[in-house]
């Protein structure tokens, strides 16, 4: 009976994996030739820094501080520090456009491979160059304002929605099973959206960024 169940049950889920996953010529898009359109970032020109509350859900466990994620013009990169709701820095990690992430600082109870992985490549797709050549554009069948950028690095494609109205409304890291992450955005204002959301698919993890505004950072 195990024997029967396991025979089953795995290849079930895999298929359930594979449907879910869908391509964009199944998800009604075209491949289009020319690459000449510009494409508007997650943080767009003359973003300086966003300060945002974070709610962090992790199975029954619920956490919440800040971040601040700031340009660093010198180096043409973004930091990214996570604090408690006391200012205690938890996380902060150093983001180029060409995907690569440097960690500068995890506190001890987060310092696992895993997890440093996990928010490193997380984080890392607010700030990735959707623009740049090589990257393969979509455009949705009848619906001329929706297109997707692939971005292809380092053997893995991520996928940008909606960019050409706005910043990306939904950006999709690929990985097999756990590694895919699914991030929502809205709102944008200043160069920056107001709400991101972090989805991860087969796992109880969630991070949510909502904006606080204030004069002195706008």
């Known amino acids: ?9 795995i290849p079930g889920s895999l ?8 391509t964009l010529r199944q998800q009604g898009y075209s491949r289009l ?29 619920v956490f919440s501080g800040l971040a ?6 010198v180096n043409r990169s973004y930091r990214l520090a996570l604090l408690s709701e006391a200012g205690l820095r938890l996380f902060e990690a150093e983001f180029t456009s060409a995907g690569d992430a440097k960690v500068n600082f995890i506190t001890d109870f987060l310092d ?7 928010l490193s490549s997380d984080f890392a797709l607010l700030f990735s160059d959707i623009s740049k050549n090589g ?25 940008f929605y909606s960019p050409a ?10 990985g097999f099973p756990f590694g895919r992450t ?3 955005l809205s709102d944008y204002l200043n160069n920056a959206p107001q709400e991101i959301v972090f989805k991860h698919k087969m796992l109880k993890f969630e991070i949510g960024f909502t904006k606080i505004n204030y004069k002195e950072w706008n």
């Open 68 to 73: 601040v994620i700031k340009y660093m013009p």
């Open 15 to 22: 298929l359930l994996i594979l449907v879910s996953c869908g």
């Open 112 to 118: 696992k491979k895993a997890v440093v992985k996990k």
């Open 33 to 61: 030739d020319e690459g000449t359109k510009y494409f508007i970032p997650v943080y767009d020109t003359g973003f300086d820094k966003s300060l945002y509350n974070v709610r962090i859900i992790f199975g029954e466990k």
């Open 135 to 159: 990257n393969k554009i979509f455009l949705k069948k009848d619906d001329t304002e929706s297109y997707v950028v692939r971005v292809k690095k380092k053997g893995k494609k991520d996928y």
């Open 1 to 9: 009976m195990k024997r029967y169940l396991t025979s089953v049950l």
């Open 165 to 174: 109205m706005q910043g990306p409304e939904k950006i999709e890291e690929r």
């Open 182 to 184: 699914t991030v929502l």
